[in-house]
């Protein structure tokens, strides 16, 4: 081989790699998409548990506040697993709770209740990990749902009534919503809660609920009630189908007043008289 063909030889060999290398990065032509960021898992916040005698054995209630430290994604199919063993250590109680959907950036408070024939002594809370679902809009369009007129009433039974109304701050009507209670002592601890259901939540019409809180994690007087509503679902699609609808606006009522004459914002400059 001459040395001229030789270097004909490497050039055409060197063009051939150059345009072999975007092919072999992009994974088969460019059909693969950015990578997914690393993803932060779910952050267990608060958790409590208590057990109380009942009619047909022992009840235990739980309570707990899990946060998305993702911004741009939803937390989705997650499950808490409940294990309660007596003084022996067997397992005398086990149930696995669906969570709904935490959305981005937000916090999901839940609670749950189960029956155990023998009182357990040591309840666990452990969680499966979430699967991510990117959102389709912005963080800032999940408008959280309005709580008006809360009232927390101490029962004699030492149960407490929660009262309130839940609003819809969407155009499109709320199917389904989850409303959660959690109680807290005057040190700000998680004590115990309870979830109801309301259907049927159209914007302007706020829905009323009302929930009882059985037994509490503690024997302090309750100081404070945190409520929140979300949407029901390990899914996040029915928040952001409300969201796709659009918020309105909260200073979306029309003025009662007539329009000012005259501009009130309206100010003349004044004449330069300099000589």
């Given at each position: 081989m001459t040395q001229r063909s030789r270097h004909t030889t490497a050039l055409a060999l060197a063009l051939?790699?150059?345009?072999?290398?975007?092919?072999?990065?992009?994974?088969?032509?460019?059909?693969?998409?950015?990578?997914?960021?690393?993803?932060?898992?779910?952050?267990?916040?608060?958790?409590?548990?208590?057990?109380?005698?009942?009619?047909?054995?022992?009840?235990?209630?739980?309570?707990?506040?899990?946060?998305?430290p993702n911004r741009w994604y939803f937390g989705e199919n997650v499950a808490a697993t409940v294990v309660g063993k007596d003084a022996a250590g067997k397992e005398v109680v086990r149930m696995e709770q669906p969570l709904d959907a935490v959305p981005p950036s937000g916090s999901l408070k839940f609670t749950g209740q189960a029956t155990a024939s023998a009182r357990p002594v040591d309840v666990k809370l452990t969680y499966k990990p979430a699967v991510w679902r990117q959102a389709t809009r912005i963080p800032s369009a999940y408008v959280p749902f309005p709580i008006s007129s809360p009232n927390t009433e101490k029962l004699g039974n030492g149960s407490h009534l929660v009262t309130g109304a839940v609003g819809n701050p969407y155009q499109k009507a709320a199917t389904s919503l989850v409303v959660t209670a959690l109680l807290r002592d005057k040190d700000g601890r998680l004590v115990g809660g309870a979830s109801t259901y309301v259907d049927d939540v159209h914007a302007g019409a706020p829905r009323r609920f009302v929930l009882t809180v059985d037994s509490l994690n503690g024997t302090g007087p309750v100081a404070r009630t945190d409520i929140t509503a979300r949407t029901w679902g390990s899914s996040g699609r029915p928040y952001e189908e409300l969201a796709m609808s659009g918020a309105i606006s909260a200073n979306g009522a029309r003025p009662r007043t007539p329009p000012f004459a005259r501009d009130r914002g309206y100010q003349a400059m004044p004449v330069d008289r300099r000589p």
């Amino acid at each position: 081989m001459t040395q001229r063909s030789r270097h004909t030889t490497a050039l055409a060999l060197a063009l051939a790699l150059a345009a072999a290398a975007p092919l072999g990065g992009c994974g088969g032509g460019g059909e693969q998409g950015p990578k997914r960021p690393q993803l932060k898992p779910l952050v267990i916040k608060e958790q409590t548990s208590s057990v109380t005698q009942g009619t047909g054995g022992y009840v235990v209630t739980w309570a707990g506040v899990i946060s998305n430290p993702n911004r741009w994604y939803f937390g989705e199919n997650v499950a808490a697993t409940v294990v309660g063993k007596d003084a022996a250590g067997k397992e005398v109680v086990r149930m696995e709770q669906p969570l709904d959907a935490v959305p981005p950036s937000g916090s999901l408070k839940f609670t749950g209740q189960a029956t155990a024939s023998a009182r357990p002594v040591d309840v666990k809370l452990t969680y499966k990990p979430a699967v991510w679902r990117q959102a389709t809009r912005i963080p800032s369009a999940y408008v959280p749902f309005p709580i008006s007129s809360p009232n927390t009433e101490k029962l004699g039974n030492g149960s407490h009534l929660v009262t309130g109304a839940v609003g819809n701050p969407y155009q499109k009507a709320a199917t389904s919503l989850v409303v959660t209670a959690l109680l807290r002592d005057k040190d700000g601890r998680l004590v115990g809660g309870a979830s109801t259901y309301v259907d049927d939540v159209h914007a302007g019409a706020p829905r009323r609920f009302v929930l009882t809180v059985d037994s509490l994690n503690g024997t302090g007087p309750v100081a404070r009630t945190d409520i929140t509503a979300r949407t029901w679902g390990s899914s996040g699609r029915p928040y952001e189908e409300l969201a796709m609808s659009g918020a309105i606006s909260a200073n979306g009522a029309r003025p009662r007043t007539p329009p000012f004459a005259r501009d009130r914002g309206y100010q003349a400059m004044p004449v330069d008289r300099r000589p």
